[in-house]
């Protein structure tokens, strides 16, 4: 699997009319029998599976560290932020990069699916639902309606709350030490 770059205008100092560009644009992937979408403008890049480096006392779903051109970066498995079983990873399996509040996270999915654009019409509030096995419906801001299917548009905010993103920063900070 190549790597794929989808560089935002901070990374290349582009004007804003990209950024406008990337309204309603949304990278889509696979975790568990669903599919879901984040907004492309948190998207840095796409990187194949690679070595992590466990970090202990934290969260099951933050699988540890990679260095990535120099960088080191947290990584969470979304299959068990989601509170599904974990899987084998796969030749498929990727780790799409994000910035969360100036931070870099890895965001481990089973496939990519696709780069969808979805109208703010065409986005619905998430339904009221039971909490018993919608553990991933709390991180979900709306369903974005893509011709004949849906995906899940995840909210990075409630995704990694503060706490974890203050746990994968410290954790960054003490591999750095």
């Known amino acids: 699997m190549s790597e794929t770059n989808l560089s935002t205008e901070t990374d290349l100092g582009l004007s804003l009319d990209v950024h406008d560009d990337q309204k309603g644009k949304y990278m889509t992937f696979k975790c568990g029998h669903e599919f879901f979408g984040l907004k492309i403008q948190y998207v840095n890049e796409i990187i194949q599976i690679q070595t992590i480096t466990p970090v202990p006392e934290t969260e099951d779903y933050i699988k540890g560290l ?16 989601f509170g599904l079983e974990a899987v084998e990873y796969t030749d498929r399996t990727c780790i799409i990069v994000v ?25 619905l ?8 096995g919608q553990a991933n419906r709390k991180y979900v801001y709306g369903i ?13 905010d409630k995704l990694l709350n503060d706490d974890d993103a203050s746990a994968a920063e410290q954790d960054k900070i003490n591999e750095e030490e």
Request: hydrophobic share 40%; glycine share 6%.
């Open 125 to 132: 509030p998430p339904p009221t639902m039971s909490r018993t």
């Open 66 to 81: 990679i260095n990535l051109r120099g960088k080191i970066i947290p990584v969470v498995d979304m299959r068990l932020r």
């Open 99 to 123: 910035n969360y509040n100036s931070t870099m996270v890895g965001l481990i999915v089973e496939s990519i699916a696709e780069v969808a654009e979805i109208t703010d019409d065409d986005i």
């Open 144 to 156: 974005g309606k893509v011709g004949e299917s849906v995906k899940l548009l995840l909210d990075p």
